[in-house]
């Protein structure tokens, strides 16, 4: 917004920039998921989240996944972040520190993994 407060000034964000945003974004939501699975269920020890986005295969023209993370995390690595401080915690930096699989640069530049498989027991413990 203009100092008068009359109109907005519209700037475009660099490459690099909505690379750092979408970034921030995707590992923010699988964090957020990560949160939601262990307080959903109170008797789950592992969680197990992949984050993907659908491309186009040039070659094909089939809309295929790419799989941009996949991260296995322990209810007790889960325990260990300060929520209490949570202002302070990169979602980004707190998933790395996790089992994590990604190949991605510090701009944010993405290529596909192979992601954790689904680990499932459905035996009644």
């Known amino acids: 917004m203009y100092q008068?407060?009359?109109?907005?000034?519209?700037?475009e964000l660099s490459d690099?920039?909505?690379?750092?945003?979408?970034?921030?974004h995707v590992h923010?939501?699988?964090?957020?998921?990560?949160?939601e699975g262990f307080a959903?269920?109170?008797?789950?020890?592992?969680?197990?989240?992949?984050?993907?986005?659908q491309m186009t295969n040039a070659a094909t023209g089939r809309v295929e996944d790419k799989y941009l993370y996949s991260v296995k995390v322990k209810r007790e690595a889960w325990r260990a972040i300060q929520f209490?401080?949570?202002g302070q915690v990169d979602p980004v930096e707190a998933l790395a520190a996790l089992e994590l699989r990604r190949d991605m640069t510090k701009t944010g530049i993405f290529r596909a993994i192979e992601p954790w498989p689904?680990?499932?027991?459905?035996?009644?413990?």
Do not use: H, Q
């Open 118 to 125: 689904a680990e499932f027991d459905p035996s009644p413990a």
């Open 16 to 24: 690099t920039a909505l690379r750092k945003l979408y970034m921030a």
């Open 28 to 35: 923010g939501m699988g964090f957020r998921l990560i949160g």
């Open 40 to 53: 959903c269920a109170p008797s789950v020890e592992t969680v197990v989240l992949s984050g993907f986005t």
């Open 4 to 11: 008068r407060g009359i109109g907005v000034s519209v700037n």
């Open 84 to 86: 209490g401080n949570l």
